[in-house]
């Protein structure tokens, strides 16, 4: 990284600001897809109904049966069981449940034709203080009035919130033409001492033996907040921009954890909860992980793979059978980067909806940018095509199947029914921009129109958090909110939020002060396998995440792939006794260092070896005391020097047992230094 990749130069004016694309004046209700989808399920409806009229016009058990099909339960409100009425709304209410959180895409079906079967063979069944034999007439009106009750409030409510979204358009549309945004917050920042906790803990996880899971949060693994796949992808997420905004001139560590978190996504224990939902969902008994739907996991991982490659250079997952996942009985299913690639792709180009499930039968908006990124990214860095080819049926399904009258994108679409609701998960269960990048990468026009609205007024808002700022501290107690698998309440994604936000209307200043409050407020003092904020695995993962996510973020990553670093290279450093916090050369010639005890420290000497010196030249090791971050400043202690061999090599023998801010320069004069103990 140098001072000309961060900030290019630029001989002429600036040209206007790009404007986003305008929301549809005319929207459609439902896309062609969803709306084929949305009818296929009218009609299954319409079927039943017809067939529960004639039926139940037929009198005696066909109307007990007819009423059964009418309505859940209308049986037994006809045949006077009004408890076997309420239980079946009670069993409704379960199988909607496990619809969604386990794909039982049958179970209200099930439940329903059940309860009109069992109605009938009870006609003549004993009553509670009621003769045997009785039925209630009565219940005829009653059950078609509760079953055109459900179905009109099912489409006012679909109706009235289109209506409601569409009314906002010409509003909308007036300030995406007139209105702009501050450019964001990019700042190069120095690591603390509380994103050196971080990444020690970090690392602790990653770089434990690779069948061994202490620290991570264990549960259900279906898709709640204790799943470890997401956790191993959020720690891939998160050390990818620290790779290259903090340490690209000292990859080794990093390098190895983040290989070590894909590696641990093919641990059994992470990915068994396939074949389970595969077979509910799909009646299909193949575990194989990747080969249909599942995008949660190929989409994610692969994207993680990427990052990974794009931080690092490494090229260990291109081999074949680098990622192998062994079943239980012992079958294998290899895969590697272009293979895994190739196995999303072909989930999209088989896909109706072309977006394709997490869960069987369940499409996210979310996930499916995420497996966006992942093809765009393997085309970035291998020069192929999979996303070029997928790109334009991936937008229109987007803004035709997805996209809301407001500019927001539902976050669900039943691939079955084509139904969507709030599942919970964000707010109103739509959103602005949606995956890991926010459409940055994949669809930029895009991004920045979902910037656009999901910032309005929030400049304002942000302006007055920054007149709180005194001498860079924000005083602000954080809001705690429920995690996701309701384990503990947190401030720390309140903190995550505040600073990306503040980031985003251009307060650095205010995110700064943001991640000081954060700090103070859920620092836990503990130490690996405790976590060093109160927060869960995936949750510090995020706050990792947006934390380090300046100047370069993972949209960027994604789009750039690797580009080598420049300047003097940190190649040998002894992990656990040392850290290295930051490695990186602005002027491509010297390199600016910060080295800290690490997890099994030694008061012993280190040896520490650099690469990509020039060839026969020596090096001071200064203790570095003055300028800012990524400055060449050398005021300080020379307490080393390095001389290159004719391979551009060399090492030095230093003390780590307390933080070290180091340069690696050219030498200016010689001699061994000031005597300062190395």
């Avoid at 991982?301 to 079943?327: C, H, K, M, R």
């Avoid at 943001?514 to 396998?529: E, K, M, V």
């Avoid at 930051?582 to 520490?608: C, F």
Wanted: net charge negative; with cysteine; glycine share 10%.
């Amino acid at each position: 990284m140098t001072v000309s990749e961060l900030h290019p130069p630029t001989d002429h004016a600036d040209p206007p600001p790009p404007r986003p694309p305008l929301l549809p004046e005319q929207p459609r209700r439902m896309g062609p897809v969803t709306r084929f989808l949305v009818l296929r399920t009218v009609v299954v409806v319409a079927v039943v109904q017809v067939v529960s009229v004639v039926l139940t016009v037929a009198g005696g058990r066909w109307r007990t049966l007819g009423l059964g099909l009418a309505l859940p339960g209308g049986g037994f409100l006809h045949t006077a069981a009004p408890v076997a009425f309420v239980l079946t709304w009670v069993a409704v209410t379960v199988a909607l449940v496990f619809w969604w959180g386990m794909s039982v895409h049958w179970g209200i079906p099930l439940v329903w034709l059940a309860s009109a079967l069992v109605a009938v063979a009870w006609a003549d069944g004993p009553r509670f203080l009621i003769d045997r034999g009785t039925t209630w007439e009565w219940a005829i009106p009653v059950v078609y009035v509760l079953a055109a009750a459900a179905i009109g409030a099912l489409v006012f409510t679909f109706e009235s919130r289109f209506r409601g979204k569409r009314a906002r358009i010409g509003e909308l549309n007036e300030y995406l033409t007139t209105a702009s945004l501050p450019e964001p917050a990019r700042p190069l920042r120095d690591p603390d001492d509380t994103d050196a906790e971080l990444l020690r803990w970090a690392y602790e996880m990653a770089l434990q033996p690779g069948d061994e899971f202490r620290g991570f949060e264990w549960g259900e693994q279906f898709h709640g907040g204790t799943v470890v796949r997401y956790q191993l992808n959020y720690l891939g997420w998160a050390l990818a921009p620290y790779a290259v905004n903090y340490v690209p001139n000292a990859p080794r560590q990093i390098e190895l954890a983040m290989r070590n978190l894909v590696h641990k996504q093919t641990d059994l224990r992470v990915w068994r909860y396939w074949r389970t939902l595969n077979l509910i969902g799909n009646l299909d008994a193949n575990p194989d992980p990747l080969v249909r739907d599942n995008i949660m996991f190929s989409g994610f991982t692969g994207d993680q793979i990427n990052l990974y490659e794009a931080a690092t250079g490494s090229t260990v997952f291109d081999e074949p059978g680098s990622l192998t996942f062994v079943w239980e009985d012992g079958r294998t299913f290899a895969y590697d980067h272009h293979s895994w690639t190739e196995a999303v792709r072909a989930n999209f180009e088989s896909s109706r909806l072309v977006f394709f499930p997490c869960e069987p039968g369940w499409a996210f908006a979310a996930c499916n940018t995420i497996g966006a990124q992942a093809l765009l990214g393997h085309d970035r860095l291998h020069g192929t095509t999979h996303w070029a080819d997928i790109e334009q049926r991936w937008r229109t399904t987007l803004e035709q199947e997805y996209l809301l009258p407001d500019g927001n994108y539902a976050n669900i679409r039943s691939t079955h029914t084509g139904l969507s609701w709030d599942t919970g998960e964000t707010p109103g269960g739509e959103y602005f921009t949606t995956g890991s990048h926010g459409f940055a990468d994949v669809a930029p026009d895009l991004a920045l129109r979902g910037r656009m609205l999901q910032l309005r007024g929030a400049p304002q808002k942000m302006a007055g958090l920054a007149a709180m700022v005194r001498d860079g501290q924000l005083t602000l107690e954080l809001p705690e909110e429920w995690e996701r698998n309701r384990a503990r309440r947190s401030a720390v994604p309140g903190g995550t939020k505040l600073v990306a936000g503040a980031r985003m209307v251009g307060q650095g200043e205010l995110a700064e002060a943001a991640l000081r409050a954060c700090d103070r407020q859920c620092a836990t003092g503990r130490t690996w396998p405790e976590r060093p904020m109160s927060a869960g695995v995936a949750n510090l993962a995020l706050h990792l995440l947006v934390r380090w996510s300046t100047p370069v973020d993972n949209a960027t990553l994604n789009l750039r792939g690797w580009v080598p670093p420049v300047g003097p290279v940190l190649h040998e450093v002894p992990w656990p006794k040392v850290l290295v916090t930051l490695a990186r050369s602005l002027d491509g010639t010297s390199l600016d260092l910060e080295l800290r005890p690490g997890p099994a420290p030694t008061e012993a000497p280190v040896r520490l070896g650099f690469t990509a010196l020039r060839a026969g030249a020596a090096y001071d090791v200064v203790e570095h005391t003055g300028g800012q971050a990524g400055s060449t400043d050398s005021r300080g202690d020379v307490v080393g020097r390095l001389q290159a061999d004719d391979a551009g090599t060399a090492s030095i023998d230093l003390r780590v047992t307390r933080r070290r801010r180091l340069l690696v320069t050219p030498a200016t004069h010689t001699g061994t230094g000031t005597g300062a103990q190395p």
